[in-house]
């Protein structure tokens, strides 16, 4: 099988150290020297770019967290100036305020050909039809999977997300090969051509899913894989990181992570101190070569396993295991992230509601339903129905407008919520993965 | 014309849509002692709101609060309706011609006859409107 980039792909381990060293040590310096923050960061952490004689020094250095792009909106730590960057990317943020992605052209470059890397490594190339399905907008899901399928020479059908009827008649009459989405969005297409009597097994040529953005589990691929008669394939990434980035490849055991884009280190999320490959932990990475956003050792959330081991596929850089779970309260609905603490800040600038809430996630058919429970003021009760159901749209609007996915509200008595009994209580995840 | 004679205290309740509810509040007016003389059950996707004419709206209200519930009181009216077929229509029919709106409504038919309870927007236009036209209301002493 077709290897895009064999060099980098298929380097001896001891080489990719020594590669990723020389990335560190540029980085470092030119953000000591060049950004006040990565500067004060290092001068908190009392660590000066000389102090980086060796890759495993990277654990001198400072994280960073999701709080440090919020906190820093929309541009404050971009070390690119806007006349360089060639696009934004903007995802929610956790209390309100949005994150905002810069990109220099090298920026698109890298992240285009990290995605060509691992497209290619599942056997997509020149002659495929890639469907990307992933929103398009300031999402980075579908400009990202976009870019990656026309730079391995496949044709793209951008059909975005919705008006599930018209994107399988597509499907079915361009002959998409492939397709790029949320797993459970994939799972809903299957049952909207069932009805509308088009087996995607029989009727379609797809073969190939590029599946990712939500949690999804081994039981879902096999399920995906035996109904619609595809390959699934997972992919990863994070909007600061660029967006989707790594794909797993022809063996379907974890995904790559390009050694000349990114270190990998897993962390144990208490005592910060790295893990050995194998052991489950927080997912940690130096984005080695990103101009306008760089990201040294950002604590992505996510709980996973590395695996160091040279694949069956031939490629050296290493993988990562399917991810576990979260060391937050994040939620992923429909692809979208959604933390309580949104819902939380969005509710307080209703005065109709108190601030307590319980979220209830369920899976119904396909897709992630999300209910959010609320508390009715005493003093906005009214006897009229048509006022009481004004105020729940008006709740259901201000969390759409905040969160950008769909939540149902229901209005509960005062103090029937649970209280003082922390996080877990908050969330109901009733979904089946 | 006194006009708030006839303005009656009815207590609404909003009320979680799960089973017991109804019960827990009749339960506690049981406790009071507070006797129902009319009530309804309004639904909406999820909840409902429980509207009742008791004899001891504040304490019934009072008892209903310790609990938590979220309950408040609205002024409504009672029209005196014959409890014979065609009682309804010729109460309707003056509300129609009177153009008065009803937000909402319900109705009980004991042993002193039949009883529509209104709610209405511009309540003290309506009780002049059904006075002229002839029907009777009921005062809220009859009731509490």
Redesign the interface.
């Known amino acids: 099988m077709a290897v895009w980039d064999p060099r980098i792909e298929e380097m001896p381990k001891a080489d990719i150290a020594k590669m990723q060293y020389k990335l560190l040590k540029s980085l470092v310096y030119r953000l000591y020297s060049f950004s006040p923050f990565y500067h004060d960061r290092m001068k908190e952490q009392n660590v000066h770019p000389d102090d980086i004689r060796e890759l495993a020094d990277v654990k001198k250095l400072p994280f960073m967290f999701k709080r440090d792009l919020r906190d820093n909106y929309p541009d404050r730590i971009f070390t690119a100036t806007q006349d360089e960057l060639v696009r934004y990317h903007v995802s929610s943020g956790t209390t309100g305020k949005p994150t905002v992605v810069g990109y220099t052209e090298k920026d698109l470059d890298l992240w285009t050909t990290s995605l060509a890397r691992g497209l290619t490594s599942i056997g997509l190339g020149r002659g495929d039809v890639i469907q990307v399905s992933y929103g398009y907008g300031l999402f980075t899901g579908g400009l990202g999977l976009h870019y990656g399928a026309e730079r391995i020479g496949a044709t793209v059908l951008p059909t975005s997300v919705g008006n599930t009827e018209r994107q399988i008649e597509l499907m079915q009459d361009l002959g998409a090969t492939a397709i790029a989405c949320t797993p459970s969005y994939l799972l809903h297409m299957g049952e909207v051509a069932e009805r509308m009597g088009v087996s995607i097994q029989k009727d379609t040529r797809l073969r190939t899913g590029i599946l990712g953005a939500e949690p999804w589990t081994e039981k879902m691929r096999v399920r995906i894989e035996d109904w619609l008669g595809i390959k699934a394939y997972d992919i990863y990434g994070t909007s600061e990181l660029s967006g989707p980035m790594f794909t797993e490849c022809c063996e379907q055991n974890g995904f790559h992570v390009w050694s000349d884009l990114a270190l990998v280190e897993i962390i144990d999320p208490k005592t910060e101190e790295p893990l050995e490959p194998g052991e489950s932990g927080e997912v940690t990475i130096t984005v080695l070569q990103k101009e306008a956003l760089p990201m040294i050792r950002y604590r992505i959330g996510d709980i996973a396993v590395m695996d160091d081991g040279v694949c069956a596929c031939g490629r050296t850089n290493p993988r990562i295991h399917r991810i576990q779970g979260r060391v937050d309260d994040m939620l992923i609905i429909r692809g979208i992230n959604v933390f309580p603490s949104q819902v939380e800040h969005a509710l307080m600038t209703i005065p109709e509601v108190g601030q307590h809430f319980q979220i209830v996630v369920e899976r119904k058919g396909a897709l992630d339903d999300m209910l959010v429970r609320v508390e009715l003021k005493k003093e906005s009760f009214s006897d009229k129905i048509t006022d009481l159901m004004k105020t729940r749209q008006n709740v259901e609007h201000r969390l759409r407008n905040s969160l950008n996915v769909n939540a149902e509200v229901e209005l509960v008595e005062p103090g029937s919520l649970p209280r003082f009994e922390g996080k877990s209580k908050k969330v109901v995840d009733k979904r089946s993965l | 014309m006194d006009a708030k004679k006839y303005l009656i205290k009815?207590i609404?309740i909003?009320?979680?849509n799960r089973p017991g509810r109804l019960a827990a509040i009749a339960h506690a007016l049981g406790e009071e002692k507070v006797n129902i003389l009319a009530f309804s059950i309004?639904e909406?996707n999820?909840?409902g709101?429980v509207?009742a004419l008791v004899d001891h709206p504040q304490k019934a209200h009072d008892k209903l609060q310790s609990l938590?519930?979220?309950?408040?009181f609205?002024d409504v009216i009672a029209v005196k309706m014959k409890d014979q077929p065609g009682g309804l229509y010729d109460i309707a029919k003056i509300l129609g011609d009177s153009s008065i709106n009803i937000?909402?409504s319900y109705a009980y038919s004991g042993k002193d006859g039949a009883i529509l309870i209104l709610?209405v927007d511009q309540v003290e236009d309506a009780i002049q409107k059904i006075q002229k036209s002839g029907a009777t209301l009921i005062e809220r002493s009859v009731f509490h």
Do not use: P
């Open positions: 009815q609404s909003f009320s979680e309004a909406a999820g909840f709101v509207r938590g519930f979220n309950i408040a609205t937000e909402y709610r």
